[in-house]
């Protein structure tokens, strides 16, 4: 049998389960998620044992099947007492925001400077998705591959990324997000791949495109073109087209599962 590899104390099933959560995959996410606090626990993993359990709340409380909302509750108690044991402070922060959603209160954000903008980020970034998913709905691979082939159309996707970025979702994330791009069905043109980079600045408030794109980075997206255009505009998972075999996630799965939060798109 194949088993999972785990590094630095990262846990396959957990950051899988944290995919399929924001999927909104409620029985797959509670499956993966079950797997990770059991091999957590067995491996005696604190970290992954704490925040595994608070994501795994979060999906018992969204599926809501018959006994979920009994279990989050246990579930989510346990992991504020391992973080709490531990003084883990961002898994604490992350068990409270999800005591809010299973108490159905508003939870009060901690803003930095720039709150005024953010609804007119979110705004934007969802109209401009909006507006994407019209231009490319109906469309096959080598329509959408040929028609953002062009550099330019690429660079004005990642632009609009990054200007819908909402740092209350990065979870304090500072660094560098690469994607690579490649075309499946046309002929490859000579720039392909493209490497794109996106540097995230959480403190600030703000994310740029990197033009010159550098090979480190904390987090990098490889996509096929057509997928990457249709998971921008809200029209495909991005679950879906690694199991299609067309995407693929290096680094820090941690930060690569917030991706949809940051911008709305992975």
């Known amino acids: 049998p194949v088993v999972p590899q785990i590094g630095l104390g990262h ?15 409620g029985d797959s996410a509670v499956g993966e998620l079950e797997t990770a606090v059991a091999r957590a626990d067995t491996l005696e993993f604190v970290y992954p044992a704490a925040a595994a359990r608070v994501d795994l709340a979060l999906a018992l409380h969204r599926r809501d099947n018959s006994g979920d909302r009994d279990r989050a509750e246990t579930v ?8 709490k044991r531990y003084m883990m402070r961002w898994i ?4 409270s925001t999800a005591r809010a959603e299973l108490e159905g209160h508003k939870q009060q954000a901690h803003e930095p400077p ?9 705004l934007t970034a969802r109209a401009g998705r909006r507006a994407l998913a019209v231009q490319v709905r109906g469309h096959d691979d080598v329509a959408l591959e040929r028609r953002f082939c062009d550099t330019k159309r690429q660079r004005a ?11 209350a979702r990065a979870g304090g994330f500072n660094g560098v997000i690469a994607y690579e791009l490649e075309t499946y069905v046309i002929e490859p043109p000579p720039e392909a791949p493209w490497r794109w980079a996106i540097e995230v600045d959480s403190q600030a408030g703000r994310a740029k495109l990197l033009e010159l794109a550098p090979l480190d980075a904390a987090v990098t997206i490889h996509f096929g073109l057509a997928e990457w255009v249709r998971t921008i505009a809200g029209l495909q998972s991005p679950i879906t087209a690694m199991a299609a075999g067309r995407g693929s996630i290096e680094g820090d799965l941690l930060v690569a599962a917030r991706l949809q939060a940051m911008f709305g798109a992975i």
């Open 11 to 25: 846990i396959p099933e957990w950051h899988i389960g944290v995919l399929e959560l924001l999927a909104g995959r």
């Open 76 to 83: 989510l108690a346990e992991g504020e007492t391992i973080a």
């Open 92 to 95: 604490e922060q992350q068990a």
């Open 114 to 122: 720039h709150q005024a903008s953010r609804p007119i980020r979110s």
């Open 157 to 167: 996707l990642l632009r609009a990324m990054a200007r819908g970025f909402q740092p």
